[in-house]
């Protein structure tokens, strides 16, 4: 059985960091392109980050609105795959899903930036 | 980035009856492989999205085959044939033809 499970969210500070991990099973993980997606309180989805396989160098791509602020990063011998989010704004509050291959989705980890 | 718009908002569908949620896309999702990159997903209540068709026609594994997907190079159409309960939910496409993927604002489908 395919699993992907979000952990690390929380509320924090605008200006704060996080970092989500997304652990997963029952699938090849080392072939797997993953991503992270989320999902703003108005159910708009948004791609964030994605991380290719080995083969492909870990090549890493960014949204715009996090780009130079958030890392995506990955560990084949762990299965997971990882979101360091620095510089948190208000507007990054969402529900934050991994995703490998477009296919296999977790149940996602709700991250909240306030004051 | 490349505009996806779903119509309508919102669908009242007796069980039974077949539902059709369109998708349209600003720029061509035809890849000079043959391959169209329109995706859609269904977000039941509470819970994270699940493919349901992929490359615009393609039956995602575990997904009724009361579910397609057709269209063109920049219009999609996905149809539910005889709605269930469990279809209850918001609709989304997405492309993932170029980066960023990029997706629809949802449909949501619900029960009369």
């Known amino acids: 059985e395919v699993q992907l499970v979000e952990t690390g969210g929380s509320l924090v500070q605008p200006g704060k960091s996080l970092k989500l991990t997304c652990a997963t099973s029952?699938?090849?993980?080392?072939?797997?392109?993953m991503h992270w997606v989320r999902q703003s309180p108005e159910k708009q989805l948004e791609w964030v980050a994605q991380?290719?396989?080995?083969?492909?160098?870990?090549?890493?791509y960014y949204a715009e609105s996090v780009k130079g602020r958030f890392t995506i990063s990955r560990d084949d011998s762990k299965s997971s795959v990882y979101l360091q989010m620095n510089s948190l704004k208000e507007e990054d509050t969402a529900i934050y899903y991994c995703t490998a291959n477009w296919a296999y989705w977790g149940q996602g980890v709700m991250v909240t930036v306030s004051s | 980035d490349i505009v996806m718009t779903q119509a309508p908002l919102s669908v009242s569908v007796t069980p039974g009856e077949s539902a059709s949620i369109s998708c349209r896309s600003s720029?061509?999702?035809?890849?000079?492989?043959?391959?169209?990159?329109v995706y859609w997903y269904l977000q039941k209540p509470g819970k994270s999205p699940q493919l349901l068709i992929y490359r615009m026609s393609n039956l995602a594994s575990g997904v009724p085959d009361r579910f397609s997907g057709s269209g063109s190079e920049t219009d999609f159409t996905l149809k539910i044939s005889r709605v269930e309960a469990e279809d209850v939910g918001i609709y989304y496409c997405g492309q993932l033809l170029e980066n960023p993927p990029t997706f629809g604002g949802g449909t949501k489908l619900e029960l009369k």
């Open positions: 991380i290719k396989a080995k083969s492909n160098n870990y090549a890493t």
């Open positions: 029952g699938f090849t993980f080392s072939n797997a392109w």
């Open positions: 720029k061509s999702l035809l890849h000079s492989n043959g391959i169209t990159y």
